[in-house]
């Protein structure tokens, strides 16, 4: 599975990242992991931050998620 986090470096950043990476522990998941702390490239008119890319699909953008909102992408 490849994740790409595209995040800037602020308190929501942040907090979206370390979400991230404790649902893919508890859940137990193989991931390719790519954090960006930059815009996301010009997708399908996505221009906010995050943005959280999984298999290279976009599930969500410009949306601080919860960790529940987060697992949901990876059942």
């Known amino acids: 599975m490849d994740?790409?986090?595209f995040i800037k470096s602020?308190?929501?950043?942040?907090i979206v990242e370390k979400r991230l990476f404790e649902v893919i522990e508890d859940?137990?998941?193989?991931?390719?992991?790519?954090?960006?702390?930059?815009?996301?490239?010009?997708?399908?008119?996505?221009?906010?931050?995050?943005?959280?890319?999984?298999?290279?699909?976009?599930?969500s953008s410009g949306k601080v998620l919860s960790k529940d909102e987060m697992t949901q992408f990876f059942m």
Request: proline residues 7%; hydrophobic residues 40%; aromatic residues 8%.
């Open 3 to 5: 994740v790409k986090l």
């Open 10 to 14: 602020n308190i929501n950043g942040r």
């Open 27 to 59: 859940m137990g998941l193989q991931a390719n992991i790519e954090i960006h702390h930059e815009d996301p490239p010009y997708m399908d008119g996505v221009f906010y931050t995050p943005t959280l890319i999984v298999d290279n699909r976009i599930v």
